[in-house]
T-cell receptor, first 115, second 114 residues
Framework: GAVVSQHPSWVICKSGTSVKIECRSL??????MFWYRQFPKQSLMLMAT?????????EQGVEKDKFLINHASLTLSTLTVTSAHPEDSSFYIC???????????FGPGTRLTVL | QKEVEQDPGPLSVPEGAIVSLNCTYS??????FMWYRQYSRKGPELLMY????GNKEDGRFTAQVDKSSKYISLFIRDSQPSDSATYLC??????????????FGSGTRLSIRP
């Protein structure tokens, strides 16, 4: 199956700093990538959908100025958490879908801890 | 009311038992139904997907969809300790089009006792 990687796998940062998380599709071109957030013992909540070369579409309640998404190429999307606060601590997971509209392939996730 | 309801568990069964996991949903527009398995601190992996109502079998796993009741199930036969994970049901409305969002259940934590 298709492989999606995320980097870093975990990150600890101080409150007020910004953190960038990368999502890469390793063996296919992802025209659409999705960013999810998962709090402990809870399900995945979609944050935003990004299409290559266009602005991301954010879900209701997700601040687009705080969670900056860039999908500049068909194999890379980045999520930047700006001015991170402890309540942003969570497990961030990306998924990627190819242009054929087939299944979403999920990355391994990035655990963010904001002190 | 949540669009997708799933019992969070935890569910603990002995090795070899048949496991039944279930979800209910409220949106009749859902057409694709999926089950994902997620190990601790890992991303989810797709186990099975079905379209509309009916059954689908893959090895020890069987997925059932009853659209009339808005109820889906995943059965695991001859359960193994390696099946211990969180199982998430998921649904989407317009199939696998790029415009379709996947709505996840909250996940059921399953533990198989040796």
């Amino acid at each position: 199956g298709a492989v999606v990687s995320q980097h870093p796998s975990w990150v600890i940062c101080k409150s007020g700093t910004s953190v960038k998380i990368e999502c890469r599709s390793l063996d296919f071109q992802a025209t659409t990538m999705f960013w999810y957030r998962q709090f402990p013992k809870q399900s995945l909540m979609l944050m935003a959908t990004s299409n290559e070369g266009s602005k991301a579409t954010y879900e209701q309640g997700v601040e687009k100025d705080k969670f900056l998404i860039n999908h500049a190429s068909l194999t890379l999307s980045t999520l930047t958490v700006t001015s991170a606060h402890p309540e942003d601590s969570s497990f961030y997971i990306c998924s990627a879908r190819d242009g054929g509209g087939n299944e979403q392939f999920f990355g391994p996730g990035t655990r963010l801890t904001v002190l | 009311q949540k669009e997708v309801e799933q019992d969070p568990g935890p569910l603990s069964v002995p090795e070899g038992a048949i496991v039944s996991l279930n979800c209910t949903y409220s949106n009749s527009a859902f057409q694709y139904f999926m089950w994902y398995r997620q190990y601790s601190r890992k991303g989810p992996e797709l186990l099975m997907y079905t379209y509309s109502s009916g059954n689908k079998e893959d090895g020890r796993f069987t997925a059932q969809v009853d659209k009339s009741s808005k109820y889906i199930s995943l059965f695991i036969r001859d359960s193994q300790p390696s099946d211990s994970a969180t199982y998430l049901c998921a649904m989407s409305g317009w199939g696998y089009s790029s415009a379709s969002k996947i709505i996840f259940g909250s996940g059921t934590r399953l533990s198989i006792r040796p």
